[in-house]
T-cell receptor
Framework: AQSVAQPEDQVNVAEGNPLTVKCTYS??????LFWYVQYPNRGLQFLLK??????LVKGSYGFEAEFNKSQTSFHLKKPSALVSDSALYFC????????????FGQGTELSVKP | GAGVSQSPSNKVTEKGKDVELRCDPI?????LYWYRQSLGQGLEFLIY????????KSGLPSDRFSAERTGGSVSTLTIQRTQQEDSAVYLC?????????????FGSGTRLTVV
């Protein structure tokens, strides 16, 4: 079965510092990987995706993610964190063997302090 | 519409009552998904619809939960005889098709509180 794992419940970063939110995956076949962000009392917003091609994917709000096949990872990164980046981040894999549903990690709470 | 619309945004109901949650997907999106987000937990898949195919109900937690999608557009998630453990945010998402490599677009959710 397809799955993703986010090993950190919470990540704390100082504003201006680089941030990384970790994600590892387990899939059969080619992975279709996504990152979503959820701000308080809001729905999920799409950040970026990896389907094929370059391993470094750039997305919204200055975020990027690196697909690493050998380590089965898809970590989310940003060179310089903003306080407004504080939110809940979800990694997901899209399972096309099960109707294309998204299978989510448990989420990582990112807190950026001034 | 421009996005996925869910209503109501908040619902407080008494234990034992039935509730209906509505999702209006993006026009032209044939795939529709329901998820549940409980406090302190991740996103739990409930059900998905693809065009006129039979829905995948494998994620529904009990027979008190049901959903339908009329005319391939609007979907209603019904919870009968609500229990306190049903309290959660219910999220709806749609996409161009189950095989489309793009992501899903989510609505803002319905926050259900059972008292």
């Amino acid at each position: 079965a397809q799955s993703v794992a986010q090993p950190e419940d919470q990540v704390n970063v100082a504003e201006g510092n680089p941030l990384t939110v970790k994600c590892t995956y387990s899939v059969s076949g080619n992975p279709y990987l996504f990152w979503y962000v959820q701000y308080p009392n809001r729905g999920l917003q799409f950040l970026l995706k990896y389907i094929t091609g370059d391993n470094l994917v750039k997305g919204s709000y200055g975020f990027e993610a690196e697909f690493n096949k050998s380590q089965t990872s898809f970590h989310l990164k940003k060179p310089s964190a903003l306080v407004s980046d504080s939110a809940l981040y979800f990694c997901a894999v899209r399972d096309y063997n099960q109707g294309g549903k998204l299978i989510f990690g448990q989420g990582t709470e990112l807190s950026v302090k001034p | 519409g421009a996005g996925v619309s869910q209503s109501p945004s908040n619902k407080v109901t008494e234990k034992g009552k039935d509730v209906e949650l509505r999702c209006d997907p993006i026009s032209g999106h044939t795939a529709l998904y329901w998820y549940r987000q409980s406090l302190g937990q991740g996103l739990e898949f409930l059900i998905y619809f693809q065009g006129n195919s039979a829905p995948d109900k494998s994620g529904l937690p009990s027979d008190r939960f049901s959903a339908e999608r009329t005319g391939g557009s609007v979907s209603t998630l019904t919870i009968q005889r609500t229990q306190q453990e049903d309290s959660a945010v219910y999220l709806c998402a749609s996409s161009l098709g189950q095989g489309n490599p793009q992501g899903c677009t989510f609505g803002s959710g319905t926050r259900l509180t059972v008292v």
